[in-house]
Nanobody, 114 residues
Framework: QVQLVESGGGLVQAGGSLRLSCAAS????????MGWYRQPPGKQRELVAT???????DYADSVKGRFTISRDNGKNTVYLQMNTLKPEDTAVYYC????????WGQGTQVTVSS
């Protein structure tokens, strides 16, 4: 079975940085895009960033210039480098892959204090 395991979440002060990782394991065929979503407390899940198999990236306007998504195809791992974190970035962050089936991780908590 396919599993996505996220790591790197935690508590940081405003202006700090975190790097999230999501490693996909199992029998994955035809892996395409990978990405990150987040769900702030009391709000709906929203798209943060995506990266295609060819390396094309896309970002939500709220994180452009601060976050960077990348992937290691050899490790089937996607990363999210988060810089200049703000309290409004506080959320549970979920990684996802298209394989071409859709898979989701369990989520990792990111809390940014002011």
């Amino acid at each position: 079975q396919v599993q996505l395991v996220e790591s790197g979440g935690g508590l940081v002060q405003a202006g700090g940085s975190l790097r999230l990782s999501c490693a996909a394991s199992g029998s994955i065929f035809n892996l395409k895009s990978m990405g990150w979503y987040r769900q702030p407390p009391g709000k709906q899940r929203e798209l943060v960033a995506t990266v295609t198999s060819g390396g094309t990236t896309d970002y939500a306007d709220s994180v452009k210039g601060r976050f960077t998504i990348s992937r290691d195809n050899g490790k089937n791992t996607v990363y999210l480098q988060m810089n200049t974190l703000k309290p409004e970035d506080t959320a549970v962050y979920y990684c996802t892959i298209w394989s071409p089936r859709r898979y989701w991780g369990q989520g990792t908590q990111v809390t940014v204090s002011s």
